[in-house]
């Protein structure tokens, strides 16, 4: 017993050496005596509270609510209990989901590539330490996501920051998830749709003037792909993933079976894998010109310049972006917009949308509605309009 200081609580001690003091507290954590130097000075005040903050700390370790990290966010115990330290970044622990996601639960590559993308949109975000990351910070880095990119994708990336940062709640690092303590639609400015004459916001189709120009200013292999996939309808990898052998000139059909992507074929997202596509004359047409380029080289139909099968990501940065749509003067979309034109177009024409939903590799017509539901709207009521005038017209003639 110190006279100055009074009586020591049980498991506070003051550690001496030559230059200093300090207030030590004496604890055990699953098993492991955690010793853990207080950055206060010693006097009778700090030596009170540090037998309190004991008490606390003992207080929850019985009630299996300690987080040490959230105590001691730099000790060297957390590697111990498999934590790591609050000086890790958002950057690390990004990099941590995604080799976990690959290595453990066996992700495809293509949903990695799509982790991969996320994690370089949040880099306004790397450099933060986790412990120091707040709802705002996240908040704000919706905002002003949603001056460029769709919500759709805004979500898709912040999806990524939360699971990322659940490990760092599950480490006792953090107490709770601040990227899933925003709602990221609170901060989306949404577009009003008038289903007579809007378009949704994530669907922007081709004119067939627009695709007129484009096929001017296509190179021939460019050509046949574009006018093949917008009479298709087929996703990005999977025109990539066509092979010859899926071709029935015959009954001029078209059977998607697999996609290519990062130099690996795999089925495509159908899980039945009967997928046929119909093919009109402008597709055939396309086909049987790439047939004279490809047929003799490779099993697969559509090959870039070195004879090898396209990746889908590469023509539409260095083709799509970077020259045709250039030259073409037509306003830059995704290129998966041709795969919505295809649908929109065979909506207009009224297609029965349960064959429509097969062509587009669809399980039931509900994506369909989900994702056009305003286009077959508008196409209804043309309809009902049009069918309205037949009939008005048969009983003007009796």
């Not at 110190?2 to 699953?30: A, C, H, L």
């Not at 498999?82 to 000086?87: I, Q």
């Not at 052998?245 to 078209?254: A, R, S």
């Not at 909506?347 to 039931?364: V, Y």
Request: proline fraction near 3%; include cysteine; hydrophobic fraction near 35%.
């Amino acid at each position: 017993m110190d006279k100055k200081r009074g009586r020591m609580p049980s498991g506070v001690t003051i550690r001496k050496n030559r230059q200093s003091e300090s207030i030590r507290i004496d604890f055990t954590y699953k098993g492991v005596r955690c010793r853990e130097i207080l950055a206060i000075n010693v006097d009778k005040t700090n030596i009170k509270y540090a037998g309190n903050l004991l008490g606390e700390i003992k207080n929850k370790i019985e009630r299996v609510t300690f987080h040490y990290a959230e105590y001691f966010p730099n000790s060297p115990k957390l590697k111990t209990f498999g934590m790591v330290t609050s000086n890790t970044t958002i950057l690390q622990y990004l990099n941590d989901f995604i080799e976990r996601s690959e290595k453990t639960r066996k992700l495809s590559h293509t949903t990695i590539a799509g982790y991969g993308k996320s994690k370089n949109a949040l880099k306004p975000l790397h450099d933060i330490l986790v412990v120091k990351l707040t709802p705002k910070e996240v908040a704000n880095w919706v905002k002003e996501r949603n001056k460029t990119i769709a919500p759709k994708t805004i979500s898709n990336q912040k999806n990524v920051l939360e699971l990322a940062l659940d490990q760092a709640v599950t480490d006792g690092v953090l107490l709770y998830n601040p990227a899933r303590q925003v709602n990221a639609s609170q901060y989306i400015e949404k577009k009003i749709i008038n289903a007579r004459t809007e378009k949704d916001e994530d669907i922007d189709v081709f004119t067939q003037q627009e695709l007129d120009k484009i096929y001017l200013h296509c190179k021939p292999v460019e050509l046949n792909i574009v006018q093949f996939w917008v009479n298709t309808g087929v996703r990005s990898a999977e025109w990539a993933g066509l092979k010859w052998e899926d071709i029935d000139f015959v009954k001029n059909e078209v059977h998607v079976i697999e996609s290519y992507s990062k130099g690996i074929t795999k089925a495509t997202k159908t899980k039945s894998g009967k997928r046929y596509i119909p093919l009109n004359d402008v597709a055939i047409s396309a086909l049987k010109r790439q047939k004279e380029l490809t047929f003799l080289h490779s099993s697969y139909v559509f090959l870039n310049r070195d004879k090898k099968p396209w990746e889908h990501d590469s023509f539409r940065k260095h083709r799509w972006q970077g020259r045709i749509l250039k030259a073409a003067g037509v306003r830059y979309r995704y290129p998966y917009q041709l795969r919505h034109t295809f649908a929109t177009r065979h909506i207009s024409e009224g297609t029965h949308l349960w064959k429509l939903a097969q062509w587009m590799g669809h399980k039931s017509v509900e994506m369909i509605y989900r994702h056009y539901g305003n286009f077959i709207e508008s196409y209804e009521k043309k309809k009902a309009v049009e069918d309205g005038s037949l009939v008005h017209s048969q009983f003007s003639k009796k």
